[in-house]
């Protein structure tokens, strides 16, 4: 049994213990809406993807949280120059796979947020 959820509501994350069912966290983080989250409960944290319509320019809109509510990092972007964001992402075969407004589909680690490839499909 998984011990902790992790709930889109209303543009908020909800971290809740399953045991309990009491809410450990919620709110947005960074101020941000919440777009999209993809949990990974294995590792006990699920990847944010804020909503990048809500600030101009770069804007490093995918994240790791731990069960605690705390940023564990900040995806790197893959045109960090170009007024960048990300747009979606999904869990692929243990890795994160994203595409940005600039164009590109990344493949990101779960554990550090980093870039392992990238691709322009523009």
């Given at each position: 049994?998984?011990?902790?959820k992790?709930?889109?509501?209303?543009?908020?994350?909800?971290?809740?213990?399953?045991?309990?069912?009491?809410?450990i966290?919620?709110?947005?983080p960074?101020?941000?809406?919440?777009?999209?989250?993809?949990e990974?409960?294995?590792?006990?944290?699920?990847?944010?993807?804020?909503?990048?319509?809500?600030?101009?320019?770069?804007?490093?809109?995918?994240?790791?949280m731990?069960?605690?509510?705390?940023?564990?990092?900040?995806?790197?972007?893959?045109?960090?120059?170009?007024?960048?964001?990300?747009?979606?992402?999904s869990?692929?075969?243990?890795?994160?796979?994203?595409?940005?407004?600039?164009?590109?589909?990344?493949?990101?680690?779960?554990?550090s947020?980093?870039?392992l490839?990238?691709?322009?499909?523009?």
């Amino acid at each position: 049994m998984e011990i902790y959820k992790f709930i889109l509501e209303n543009g908020n994350l909800v971290i809740i213990n399953s045991l309990d069912n009491s809410v450990i966290w919620q709110g947005k983080p960074n101020n941000s809406i919440v777009k999209q989250i993809v949990e990974l409960p294995e590792m006990e944290m699920c990847i944010v993807l804020l909503d990048p319509d809500q600030r101009k320019g770069t804007f490093r809109n995918l994240i790791a949280m731990d069960t605690n509510g705390y940023i564990l990092w900040k995806a790197e972007l893959p045109d960090p120059l170009g007024g960048d964001v990300y747009l979606d992402v999904s869990l692929q075969d243990d890795f994160l796979v994203a595409h940005s407004w600039s164009g590109f589909k990344v493949i990101i680690d779960t554990k550090s947020g980093r870039i392992l490839s990238k691709k322009f499909t523009k």
